[in-house]
C-alpha cells in the first residue's frame, strides 16, 4: 500500500462522528476508504486516553505508561498524548485515527506533536478528523467532509478548501443593556505583585506582576504546567495561595475582609467544564435568567425585567425561538454562546473566559469569537481570555504570557 496516501475528514459540531470512527475501526468502511480494508487501524483520541485510564484505575495496572511511574491520570494533556502515541507505534498500525489530535494541547506542544505526526506519516496511513482548518496536516490526502452522517468526497485540496473557507460573522443587534450595573470603584481590577507560589514545595509562578485594569481586554497564554488556572483560581477567590501575598481584588488587598461571594458577584466566569453542572431539565431562557441570581439553575420565578433582558440576549444570539427548549439539548456551540450572556447579563467589571472554545469546529468558533469581541467593544467589562491556541479574529488589547522555568513560571507582557 503506498504510505504517503493519507485521508482527511472535516467534522463539525453537528456530525456524527462516532458512528464514523466505528466503521473506520470495524472494517465497514465508508466508499472511498476501501484501500483500508483489512488492515489494521488504531486510534488515537482524548477518549482512547479516558478508556485507558479507567483501566489503570479499575485494574491497577499500568498498559501505556508501564515504562514510567508515574500515573497516566497525573501527566499533563501532552504527556498523555505522548505517551498514548508510542504506545500505538508499537503495535505497528497500518493506518491511525487521529481524532482532533491537538485538543487541550499548547501551541509548543501543538508544534512538536505536528512534527511527529509528520515523520509517522513517511511510513503509516494517517487518517485526521479534525474540526478546525488550522490543523490540518500538508500531507497528500483525499479530502472529505461528514455532514451530519453523509461524507462529501472532494477531487482535490484546492476545491476543499474553497468550499470549506471561513464566513466572517457579524452580530448586527446591539448588546443587551443591564438591568442593574455592577460598578467596580477601583480602576485597578487586579494587582499582582511580585507574587510567588509554590505547591508542595514546588515552585509554580515566580514573581508575578500584573495588572488588569478597568475595560481592558487581555489573553492568557501559556503551556499546559505553567499555572493559567492558578493564577485565575486566585483572581476568582477558589485559592487560598492569595493570602499572604501582595496580591489586590478589586482594590483591596487579598485577605483585608471581602468574602468569596462579594468577589465573585463581580466577576463573569466561563469554562466549556461548566456546562456539566447542568444536567437538569432547564430551559434556555430559564439558564440566561439565572445569571441574575448566580445558581446552576432557576428556582425563583423569573421578574418580567429579567425575562425582557433573556430576551434580548436571545435575540442577539439569534436563538429566540429556542428559549422554551430544554439547554441540554443544544449544541455544544449554542451552550457557550448561552453561558458566556448568562456571565454577562449583570455586565460585571470582570470577565474570565477559560479555554471557551475548546472543542468547537470553525464555525461556531467564529462565532464565539464575534461575541467576545462585541462584548470587549460595546461594554465597560474587562475580560481575561485564556486559551491554547491564538484564535483568529480574536482582538485582544494585551497578551500576557506565562514562562515555565524551573523557579516557578515568569510572566510578561505584549501588546497584541
Same mark, same amino acid.
Request: aromatic share 8%.
Given at each position: 500500500?503506498?504510505?504517503?496516501?493519507?485521508?482527511?475528514?472535516?467534522?463539525?459540531?453537528?456530525?456524527?462522528?462516532?458512528?464514523?470512527?466505528?466503521?473506520?475501526?470495524?472494517?465497514?468502511?465508508?466508499?472511498?476508504?476501501?484501500?483500508?480494508?483489512? =488492515?489494521?487501524?488504531?486510534?488515537?483520541?482524548?477518549?482512547?486516553?479516558?478508556?485507558?485510564?479507567?483501566?489503570?484505575?479499575?485494574?491497577?495496572?499500568?498498559?501505556?505508561?508501564?515504562?514510567?511511574?508515574?500515573?497516566?491520570?497525573?501527566?499533563?494533556?501532552?504527556?498523555?498524548?505522548?505517551?498514548?502515541?508510542?504506545?500505538?507505534?508499537?503495535?505497528?498500525?497500518?493506518?491511525?485515527?487521529?481524532?482532533?489530535?491537538?485538543?487541550?494541547?499548547?501551541?509548543?506542544?501543538?508544534?512538536?506533536?505536528?512534527?511527529?505526526?509528520?515523520?509517522?506519516?513517511?511510513?503509516?496511513?494517517?487518517?485526521?478528523?479534525?474540526?478546525?482548518?488550522?490543523?490540518?496536516?500538508?500531507?497528500?490526502?483525499?479530502?472529505?467532509?461528514?455532514?451530519?452522517?453523509?461524507?462529501?468526497?472532494?477531487?482535490?485540496?484546492?476545491?476543499?478548501?474553497?468550499?470549506?473557507?471561513?464566513?466572517?460573522?457579524?452580530?448586527?443587534? =446591539?448588546?443587551?443593556?443591564?438591568?442593574?450595573?455592577?460598578?467596580? #470603584?477601583?480602576?485597578?481590577?487586579?494587582?499582582?505583585?511580585?507574587?510567588?507560589?509554590?505547591?508542595?514545595?514546588?515552585?509554580?509562578?515566580?514573581?508575578?506582576?500584573? #495588572?488588569?485594569?478597568?475595560?481592558?481586554?487581555?489573553?492568557?497564554?501559556?503551556?499546559?504546567?505553567?499555572?493559567?488556572?492558578?493564577?485565575?483560581?486566585?483572581?476568582?477567590?477558589?485559592?487560598?495561595?492569595?493570602?499572604?501575598?501582595?496580591?489586590?481584588?478589586?482594590?483591596?488587598?487579598?485577605?483585608?475582609?471581602?468574602?468569596?461571594?462579594?468577589?465573585?458577584?463581580?466577576?463573569?466566569?466561563? #469554562?466549556?467544564?461548566?456546562?456539566?453542572?447542568?444536567?437538569?431539565?432547564?430551559?434556555?431562557?430559564?439558564?440566561?435568567?439565572?445569571?441574575?441570581?448566580?445558581?446552576?439553575?432557576?428556582?425563583?420565578?423569573?421578574?418580567?425585567?429579567?425575562?425582557?433582558?433573556?430576551?434580548?440576549?436571545?435575540?442577539?444570539?439569534?436563538?429566540?425561538?429556542?428559549?422554551?427548549?430544554?439547554?441540554?439539548?443544544?449544541?455544544?456551540?449554542?451552550?457557550?454562546?448561552?453561558?458566556?450572556?448568562?456571565?454577562?447579563?449583570?455586565?460585571?467589571?470582570?470577565?474570565?473566559?477559560?479555554?471557551?472554545?475548546?472543542?468547537?469546529?470553525?464555525?461556531?468558533?467564529?462565532?464565539?469569537?464575534?461575541?467576545?469581541?462585541?462584548?470587549?467593544?460595546?461594554?465597560?467589562?474587562?475580560?481575561?481570555?485564556?486559551?491554547?491556541? =491564538?484564535?483568529?479574529?480574536?482582538?485582544?488589547?494585551?497578551?500576557?504570557?506565562?514562562?515555565?522555568?524551573?523557579?516557578?513560571?515568569?510572566?510578561?507582557?505584549?501588546?497584541?
Amino acid at each position: 500500500m503506498d504510505a504517503t496516501q493519507h485521508y482527511l475528514i472535516l467534522t463539525d459540531n453537528k456530525a456524527a462522528i462516532k458512528p464514523l470512527i466505528q466503521k473506520l475501526m470495524n472494517g465497514q468502511l465508508p466508499n472511498g476508504f476501501q484501500p483500508l480494508q483489512n =488492515k489494521l487501524g488504531l486510534l488515537f483520541s482524548r477518549s482512547e486516553i479516558h478508556r485507558y485510564m479507567d483501566e489503570e484505575e479499575r485494574h491497577d495496572i499500568k498498559i501505556i505508561t508501564s515504562n514510567t511511574a508515574q500515573p497516566l491520570k497525573t501527566m499533563s494533556s501532552g504527556e498523555q498524548k505522548k505517551a498514548l502515541l508510542q504506545h500505538l507505534l508499537t503495535q505497528q498500525p497500518d493506518y491511525i485515527i487521529l481524532l482532533n489530535p491537538y485538543d487541550n494541547l499548547d501551541v509548543a506542544t501543538q508544534t512538536s506533536l505536528k512534527a511527529q505526526l509528520v515523520a509517522i506519516s513517511k511510513h503509516t496511513i494517517l487518517v485526521q478528523v479534525v474540526s478546525r482548518l488550522d490543523d490540518i496536516l500538508e500531507l497528500d490526502a483525499s479530502y472529505f467532509k461528514l455532514e451530519v452522517d453523509q461524507l462529501v468526497g472532494y477531487t482535490d485540496s484546492a476545491s476543499f478548501f474553497t468550499s470549506n473557507k471561513e464566513q466572517k460573522v457579524v452580530f448586527n443587534k =446591539k448588546l443587551p443593556e443591564p438591568l442593574l450595573k455592577i460598578e467596580a #470603584t477601583a480602576e485597578k481590577l487586579i494587582e499582582f505583585n511580585e507574587v510567588s507560589v509554590a505547591f508542595n514545595g514546588k515552585p509554580v509562578l515566580d514573581r508575578i506582576q500584573w #495588572t488588569i485594569k478597568k475595560n481592558e481586554f487581555w489573553q492568557l497564554i501559556g503551556p499546559n504546567g505553567s499555572g493559567k488556572t492558578t493564577l485565575l483560581s486566585m483572581i476568582t477567590g477558589d485559592s487560598h495561595k492569595g493570602y499572604g501575598t501582595d496580591l489586590k481584588l478589586f482594590g483591596n488587598k487579598k485577605g483585608s475582609g471581602e468574602s468569596v461571594w462579594e468577589l465573585k458577584s463581580k466577576i463573569g466566569y466561563f #469554562t466549556p467544564a461548566m456546562t456539566d453542572k447542568f444536567r437538569g431539565y432547564h430551559s434556555v431562557e430559564h439558564m440566561l435568567v439565572s445569571g441574575f441570581h448566580d445558581s446552576v439553575g432557576l428556582y425563583v420565578r423569573p421578574t418580567d425585567q429579567e425575562k425582557r433582558k433573556a430576551k434580548e440576549w436571545l435575540q442577539l444570539l439569534d436563538l429566540e425561538s429556542k428559549k422554551n427548549q430544554q439547554f441540554k439539548d443544544l449544541s455544544q456551540g449554542q451552550k457557550r454562546l448561552v453561558m458566556t450572556a448568562r456571565a454577562m447579563v449583570k455586565h460585571p467589571p470582570l470577565l474570565i473566559l477559560d479555554e471557551p472554545t475548546a472543542g468547537l469546529d470553525d464555525a461556531n468558533a467564529s462565532l464565539f469569537i464575534a461575541l467576545v469581541n462585541k462584548i470587549a467593544n460595546e461594554s465597560d467589562t474587562t475580560i481575561v481570555f485564556v486559551s491554547h491556541r =491564538k484564535e483568529i479574529g480574536l482582538e485582544p488589547q494585551f497578551n500576557y504570557y506565562l514562562e515555565p522555568a524551573v523557579t516557578g513560571s515568569t510572566g510578561h507582557i505584549a501588546k497584541s
